[in-house]
């Protein structure tokens, strides 16, 4: 290092380069002497890790015998040659994503390229989060689980897979859902944070969780053939809730398990996200801070907006935000959003009196009775195409206004078939909307209307195990 | 005025499932200059066919819509107030949670 070079006769922006050039001359060298440390501890004890310590002092290459001028293993070097080949990453960002530890927040359709693509790429450590295990109707999406998985806990899934791809990167396992009593603790291990799950309350919770600690914080959400992406919390951005201060009515919250959504959408933006931390890891590029990418699946459009900055005011990361560790761990994010910390439904209308009211049982004697009646089935009609009750009529809620007259003559015709007074049944995915229908029904000339509790669902569970859930 | 207005998010659902709608829009009678704030009430009684509530609430859009004006948060460029100029576009996008 020639001393006499520096400050004498340098401008401000030639001093910046010099400092930079110093620091990654710094981080070489340190990074060597981790490496050299490695070699005198003993071996073969960082692999797998359920502790939950995603300690890295002893970076995380256990078979390494060699060094090389780069401070990367010859196996290293190999592995990610192509890496290594990029002038705009190369060595030292090689170097600083394997010293970087990554947590993914939720292993489903998001997290699975997330948590694939840190795997494979080389961070230090990696944290997966879930409380979850695999279903089949998952594996549509979440390509990191396998049908060997499902009844599994997701956690132990995707390390798994992660582990097949790349043995060297250190797992930790964290097989609970990640909450407020217990993010403070699990989320302070880590360099950043990706936000892979499924539902609102989770992702104030992350948002505050991350400001606390300062993380950065890659946050991503998939719906239908949309997707939306930016990075929070990084170098002077907004937090999630200076974007969103007050959360949306919950009835405005959609949900996968009830709206649907491609797999391949999820697998995009998950993509992304796993770019985004590794950029973040690795200093590499523009991070997506300050702006958001939107996605639209059905027309092929990406678009990046600029958002608003930190919010001065904001209640969290603000001026004068008084939110504290104590503060976040008893705020209960659930009543806050009124949303459940879940992708299930947990809504249980009880809208009608029980009078009003069969079970599928009940609807099965009346059926193999031969009793007369209708059964109209309120859901929308891309529901019924996927299964129905036979003989079933699809009138969708949203229609049922306007056709009022076809379910009297339908009750009419039956009656006339049988010479008896025909019953009105409403059966719906889960019991839900059928309130809702015999509800407007009994108030608009069908007194005796009823529906079956449980909807589908219980006609699935308790009736004909046949019949297809979804 | 000519302007471009996107919906997404879900919020298309409030527009018969339509995301983009091309459309003229006038300023109020005795003025020259057309707002947000005026355009918002627009969209209200011309495109929102169903569930106002999941779109507008109070005279702003209801918590958990973005809305970008030639791709930049509104809140950067004066929010209800913001003027709107001939050939802009405005995107409302609902705010995703799922995964």
Request: proline share 5%; with cysteine.
């Given at each position: 290092m020639d001393s006499k070079e520096i400050g004498g006769g340098l401008s401000g922006a030639d001093l910046l380069r010099e400092i930079e050039r110093l620091r990654a001359e710094k981080e070489e060298l340190e990074s060597r002497i981790h490496l050299l440390e490695a070699q005198i501890k003993p071996r073969g004890t960082a692999e797998k890790d359920k502790s939950g310590s995603c300690s890295l002092s002893s970076l995380s290459c256990p078979q390494m015998n060699g060094t090389t001028l780069s401070g990367?293993?010859?196996?290293?070097?190999?592995?990610?040659?192509?890496?290594?080949?990029?002038?705009?990453?190369?060595?030292?960002?090689?170097l600083k994503l394997s010293k970087s530890s990554i947590l993914v927040v939720g292993a489903g359709g998001l997290g699975s390229p997330v948590a694939m693509y840190l795997a494979a790429c080389g961070v230090g450590c990696l944290g997966i989060v879930d409380n979850d295990i695999v279903e089949l109707n998952n594996l549509h999406r979440q390509i990191i689980h396998t049908e060997a998985y499902v009844g599994q806990s997701k956690v132990k899934s995707a390390a798994s897979s992660c582990h097949a791809i790349n043995s060297s990167v250190k797992l930790v396992e964290h097989r609970e859902a990640l909450q407020a009593v217990n993010a403070l603790d699990i989320v302070s291990k880590y360099d950043i944070v990706v936000d892979a799950t499924d539902n609102l309350p989770s992702r104030y919770?992350?948002?505050?969780?991350?400001?606390?600690?300062?993380?950065p914080l890659v946050c991503g959400a998939a719906l239908g053939l949309e997707g939306q992406l930016t990075v929070y919390n990084y170098n002077g951005g907004p937090c999630y809730r200076c974007l969103f201060p007050t959360p949306p009515p919950s009835a405005a919250c959609q949900r996968c398990s009830d709206s649907g959504v491609l797999g391949v959408v999820p697998g995009v933006i998950g993509c992304l996200q796993a770019l985004e931390a590794i950029k973040v890891a690795s200093a590499v590029g523009e991070p997506l801070s300050g702006r958001m990418l939107l996605f639209d699946a059905l027309s092929s459009r990406t678009r990046t907006v600029k958002i608003r900055g930190r919010s001065p005011v904001c209640s969290i990361c603000g001026e004068n935000a008084a939110f504290t560790r104590e503060k976040f761990q008893s705020f209960d994010y659930e009543s806050f959003t009124q949303s459940p910390m879940s992708d299930r439904s947990s809504e249980k209308l009880n809208l009608i009196p029980e009078s009003s009211r069969i079970t599928s049982k009940e609807y099965?004697?009346?059926?193999?009775?031969g009793e007369p009646h209708i059964l109209v089935d309120v859901r929308p009609v891309h529901h019924f195409k996927i299964a129905a009750i036979p003989k079933s009529k699809n009138i969708p809620l949203s229609n049922l206004e306007d056709k009022l007259s076809t379910i009297d003559s339908a009750l009419k015709q039956a009656a006339q078939d049988s010479g008896k007074c025909a019953s009105l049944f409403v059966v719906c995915r889960r019991g839900n909307d059928s309130q809702r229908a015999v509800d407007y029904l009994s108030k608009n000339g069908f007194p005796l209307a009823k529906d079956i509790v449980g909807g589908l669902q219980s006609w699935s569970q308790f009736v004909d195990r046949t019949f297809p859930s979804y | 005025m000519h302007l471009t207005l996107e919906f997404g998010g879900g919020l298309e659902l409030l527009c018969q499932s339509t995301k983009i709608h091309s459309v003229d829009v006038k300023p109020k009678p005795g003025q020259d200059k057309l707002t947000m704030r005026d355009l918002l009430v627009w969209v209200k009684s011309n495109l929102i066919k169903e569930r106002p509530e999941m779109f507008i609430k109070g005279d702003s859009v209801r918590p958990g819509v973005l809305v970008l004006i030639n791709d930049c948060d509104w809140e950067l460029c004066g929010s209800l107030d913001t003027e709107l100029e001939e050939k802009d576009n405005v995107v409302f996008i609902s705010t995703l949670h799922g995964g």
């Open positions: 990367l293993s010859p196996e290293m070097i190999h592995r990610y040659s192509r890496h290594l080949l990029l002038p705009d990453f190369g060595v030292e960002g090689q919770m992350i948002s505050d969780c991350c400001v606390l600690l300062d993380k099965n004697e009346i059926v193999n009775a | -």
